[in-house]
């Protein structure tokens, strides 16, 4: 029985990491356990990849996936006030166009989430990109249709392949 969990959990790993690293099935002596597979959280690319987070900002490193209407991103997080002040009188319109929202998500050392007005998707819409390194933040609101964006902290952030994707399809 713990050969057929071993062959079943890499046929899995192999199958979560697309990849076909699949190793020989059989006796122990085949996979010892230095050749075990990799935890599959620890088979994602190296923390090199994501930036070391100290300070009040790294208090939404627990807020990934989490929907932010739930865990408070826009009114009770770190960043609820500087995003207000980004967005000024816009800040409702933006709340509103995240009602069918997205969890927030990592991708590099960005996290994101985006979401749409409900029953009004690619006309009503927005994103928020956060980088908690730098304390940078991007705004991206779609009001009847056209997109503004509102860049604060100075450096640009680069948009993950989903917001990318959202933009494109805008545009569309």
């Known amino acids: ?22 190793s ?23 923390p090199a990849a ?5 300070g009040e900002w790294a208090s939404l490193e627990p807020l990934v996936s989490q929907y932010p209407s739930q865990s408070g991103l826009f009114e009770a997080s770190v960043i609820a006030a500087p995003l207000k002040t ?17 969890p927030l998500t990592r991708e590099g050392n960005v996290l994101y989430t985006s979401g749409n007005k409900p029953h009004d998707g690619g006309i009503n819409a927005a994103y928020l990109l956060i980088d908690p390194a730098t304390k940078a933040m991007e705004v991206g609101l779609w009001e009847g249709g056209k997109l503004t ?24």
């Open 86 to 102: 980004l967005l000024g009188d816009k800040f409702e319109t933006f709340k509103t166009n995240m009602k069918v929202e997205s």
């Open 1 to 22: 029985m713990f050969k057929n969990n071993r062959a079943a959990f890499t046929i899995a790993l192999a199958a979560v990491t697309g990849s076909l690293a699949l």
């Open 24 to 46: 020989a099935c059989g006796s122990p002596e085949n996979n010892p356990p230095a050749q075990a597979p990799a935890d599959p959280v620890a088979a994602e690319p190296a």
């Open 149 to 172: 964006t509102y860049p604060a902290g100075g450096t640009s952030i680069a948009k993950p392949k989903d917001i990318q994707t959202l933009i494109s399809n805008a545009a569309s």
């Open 50 to 54: 994501t930036a070391t987070l100290s």
